[in-house]
């Protein structure tokens, strides 16, 4: 065996025919059971003292990459089979650690729809049960030009950390297009974030402490459920109608369980749909206030209004330091991106600062560039009025197969925008049974007991995503889930 030897080298000899078997055998260009030479004649071809060769030897055995074996040679050993590299994940337990630890997250593991779907394998799956817009709808194009741009413009400053709060233009213009909805915020009030869920991360750990107690709509969204159970807080629910979160209910929820915040998402409401009425949205504030109570105010979809009148954000008829507001670019623009951001007032906007520099020093200033370059108010509202006619066709669409394709017994209330429509079955079939069905006729949706934060649960309804798919694969995913309900409705 040849191996290139520099004798002139501070690295000592031993070290050198080390490092070339090491790689040689790593690299595979010696594969297992290759017989190494004896090391008398390794010594002897190389010129060299037969311990050195023997102190190679030793180094690469004891990382377990060669072996003598007695009276045959020494050998090249396959890789250790780490379990998680080759697949077998059982065939060498777990470290006991591992397998002692009671992982807090453990009721937000659970079997996704869309893999549902896909396990059942048809071949044209539909899937009406995701959280997000239409990915052909994202202004990919432009938003590469955008980050071309930043990356060509040769500012060093974009390849740091940047401030922890957000880059300073980028929140200028979110100022603007808040001021465009009707809701005026000043960028020094505006913190950017990973996500809007984020943001709902840090107000929760930074207002909330295990035992606490949170109030939200029943249903809600389901990953709002699965970070304030990982809090171990306690979550009272209140019921919402037509008209969004029961505020008529809320005093007595208020003095039953002293909430230390209230969450809600006052428009077009995930999952159901529907807006808050704004008499009840100025009830809310008037409450909130006189039980001294912060409210977290999702508005994750506010801009995308088909019909109907816009209602006042929470957080504009706040008069100063009540309301925390949240959205996202995620359902505008593109979830990938991950850019949501937070409106706060007074003291807990330096908190949640800090925090947001503990969690994760700042969010991508790459992107935060990137999304500034490409958003200019006048850009954004073409891009919404646009994504509205189009989202607004295919609610149009999913009412027209509603009705033509599921029993008359079967009651949606229309939504007025966002992505989301609740449908309640025949009152004596589970969404839950429903969607093993649905699935092996080709359609998935969302089924309801996810989003209910305690009992009572509505078992029988369920979450259809409208702007995901084109008017005629829409006809044809209600087509598909009214076979599957007259299926369920002739099981014994
Ligand atoms: N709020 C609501 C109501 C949502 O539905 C979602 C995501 N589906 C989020 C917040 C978080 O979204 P993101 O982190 O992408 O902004």
Not at 155 to 163: H, K, M, R
Not at 273 to 292: E, F, H, K, P, T
Not at 306 to 321: H, M, N
Not at 475 to 492: T, V, Y
């Amino acid at each position: 065996m040849r191996i290139p030897l520099n004798r002139q080298s501070h690295i000592p000899l031993y070290r050198q025919i080390e490092t070339f078997l090491r790689q040689s055998i790593l690299s595979g260009s010696l594969p297992p059971d290759t017989r190494l030479p004896a090391s008398r004649q390794m010594a002897q071809d190389l010129g060299i003292n037969r311990i050195t060769v023997e102190n190679a030897y030793a180094e690469l055995a004891a990382d377990g990459l060669i072996a003598s074996r007695v009276g045959s040679g020494t050998y090249v050993l396959p890789p250790y089979p780490l379990p998680y590299l080759t697949g077998d994940a059982h065939s060498v337990p777990w470290p006991l650690w591992q397998q002692e630890m009671h992982f807090r997250n453990e009721s937000a593991k659970k079997t996704l729809p869309d893999e549902m779907l896909k396990a059942a394998g048809h071949p044209d799956p539909i899937s009406l049960a995701e959280g997000i817009g239409d990915s052909q709808l994202f202004p990919v194009k432009d938003f590469r030009k955008a980050i071309q741009s930043v990356l060509l413009s040769g500012d060093v400053a974009t390849l740091e950390y940047g401030e922890s709060n957000g880059y300073g233009p980028l929140r200028s213009t979110i100022a603007h297009i808040l001021a465009s909805q009707g809701l005026s915020a000043r960028p020094e009030n505006v913190i950017i974030t990973s996500g809007s869920q984020q943001a709902l991360a840090l107000v929760s750990h930074l207002l909330l402490k295990p035992g606490d107690a949170i109030l939200v709509e029943s249903p809600t969204y389901s990953g709002a459920l699965d970070l304030f159970r990982s809090l171990d807080l306690k979550i009272a629910g209140i019921p919402v109608d037509e008209d969004g979160m029961r505020v008529e209910m809320l005093e007595r929820l208020l003095q039953q369980h002293h909430p230390k915040l209230i969450y809600s998402i006052p428009n077009f409401h995930n999952p159901t749909g529907v807006c808050m009425s704004s008499q009840r949205r100025r009830r809310l504030i008037a409450l909130a206030d006189g039980y001294n109570i912060p409210i977290l105010e999702d508005d994750f979809v506010g801009d995308l209004r088909y019909e109907g009148r816009t209602q006042p954000a929470l957080k504009s008829l706040d008069p100063g330091g009540r309301v925390i507001y949240i959205s996202t670019f995620s359902k505008m623009l593109m979830p990938g991106l991950r850019i949501g951001f937070l409106v706060a007032e007074g003291p807990v906007y330096d908190s949640l600062v800090a925090f947001k520099q503990t969690y994760d020093l700042a969010t991508s200033n790459l992107i935060q560039r990137s999304l500034e370059a490409y958003v200019t108010v006048g850009r954004y509202q073409t891009h919404l009025r646009r994504s509205c006619q189009i989202y607004r066709k295919r609610r149009d669409a999913l009412l027209l197969a509603i009705h033509r394709h599921l029993p008359a017994n079967a009651h949606i209330v229309p939504p007025q925008g966002g992505l989301f429509a609740w449908l309640h079955l025949p009152a004596h079939l589970l969404a839950d049974d429903l969607l093993p069905l649905a699935c092996q006729e080709g359609v998935s949706f969302a089924p309801g007991r996810n989003f209910f934060p305690e009992p009572p649960i509505d078992a029988s309804g369920l979450r259809l995503n409208f702007v995901a798919q084109t008017p005629e694969r829409i006809d044809e995913g209600i087509r598909r889930l009214g076979k599957a309900i007259r299926r369920l409705s002739l099981q014994p």
